[in-house]
């Protein structure tokens, strides 16, 4: 075991702050990662809040993960110290069920074990995620980070790109097709990138006059302001997919609408109440409606491979440790474009 610092949560109402605690020490196929940024995720509020009501405290969370190898175990040949390495979601998993056994880790039926706030095999306790100086991960749920990419709006691919990249590719969206983005925050400006980059025609929905010229200079071919809700009658029946990227709540049943014969709305965002779905929104065009979660260990290497090859990262909005209580706040008015991340050199003054 090794002494580490981060930042954690000490209760559901208490704001997050200095922590010292133990790492594992890299076993013959672990990596230790020096931590150079991370990405906040809603995720993360949710779980230092104990919204979703599975809170194990103290809290260090952070899963959008990018920094450099500094002890490889010796068994491991994926890395080398020194390299740069990134961590998402996902520290562990049983790796033998039918999911695992495909790369989608992410649908582990025995349930696969989070960044943070899960139980860890390795030390009976809860993981802990990157708001800290170093992280310790097997070698497999390690990924290769690009060097031709700021890596600090790398950061957020982890996370927020994979949740959008992932289901674009399972739907297989790509030229002739018409796609809609409902939404544009810190998944759906990835989600208009991935579309235009995929070569769909691309047309955001937002409620922000606002955001209409982000969205044009993301990738959007139109941008459709819905505050007007006559604004989508011209789109009925337009739309191959369309990925909604909202977590607050809203009316799906007027995007199903918008769908082709056999087109599909795939949720990423996540509303926190149950939302209500008209059955003739779905019979009437035999229109499916679908959600998707992250994506497994290949599936993420091949997403940042993808941005290496097209030059795509996350708009982003650098802050210092000390800073991670006011961004907070500031997500939770929507105000960033489009994703806070943590210069963690900040770590130690803090």
């Known amino acids: 075991m090794f002494i580490c610092t981060g930042y954690a949560a000490q209760s559901a109402d208490a704001p997050l702050a200095p922590y010292t605690f133990e790492r594992r020490d890299p076993g013959p196929t672990d990596i230790e ?38 002890r490889v175990g010796s068994a491991v040949t994926k890395f080398k110290e020194g390299d740069l390495a990134g961590v998402g ?11 695992c056994a495909v790369g989608l ?8 074990t989070g960044t943070y706030n899960s139980p860890d095999k390795h030390t009976g306790k809860m993981t802990y995620g990157g708001y800290s100086k170093a992280i310790v ?10 060097t031709n990419l700021d890596l600090a709006a790398v950061a957020p ?8 990249y992932s289901p674009l590719r399972h739907w297989k ?44 200079r993301l990738g959007a071919h139109e941008v459709v302001v819905t505050r007007d809700p006559d604004a989508l009658k011209p789109w009925a029946g337009k739309f191959d997919f369309i990925l909604d990227c909202v977590s607050a709540d809203h009316n799906i049943n007027a995007y199903l609408n918008l769908l082709r014969r056999d087109g599909t709305l795939c949720l990423v965002g996540a509303p926190e109440n149950p939302q209500p779905i008209a ?15 992250i994506g497994g260990l290949p599936e993420t ?19 210092s440790i000390d800073q991670i209580n006011t961004a907070y706040e500031r997500m939770l008015k929507s105000d960033v474009k489009y994703r806070f991340v943590i210069d963690m050199a900040t770590l130690p003054a803090a």
């Open 89 to 99: 979601c996902l520290v562990d998993s049983c790796r033998t069920c039918e999911n």
């Open 301 to 319: 290497q091949e997403m940042l491979d993808f941005c290496a090859e097209h030059g795509i990262t996350s708009d982003i909005e650098m802050i």
């Open 157 to 164: 691919l982890l996370c927020a790109g994979i949740t959008t």
């Open 279 to 293: 059955a003739f929104s779905l019979l009437g065009g035999r229109h499916s409606l679908a959600g998707s979660g």
């Open 33 to 70: 990662i020096e931590i150079l940024y991370c990405g906040v995720c809603h995720s993360d509020l949710h779980t230092n809040r104990n919204e979703w009501h599975n809170s194990v405290y103290p809290t260090i969370t952070g899963h959008e993960v990018v920094g450099r190898v500094s």
């Open 173 to 216: 969206v790509g030229p002739g097709q018409t796609v809609g983005v409902v939404g544009l925050g810190g998944l759906g400006h990835m989600g208009v990138k991935f579309a235009r980059a995929f070569g769909a025609h691309v047309v955001l929905f937002t409620t922000s006059e606002s955001k209409r010229a982000d969205g044009e």
């Open 137 to 146: 991960v097997d070698d497999y749920f390690a990924l290769k980070i690009p």
């Open 105 to 112: 880790e992410q649908y582990c039926i025995p349930g696969a």
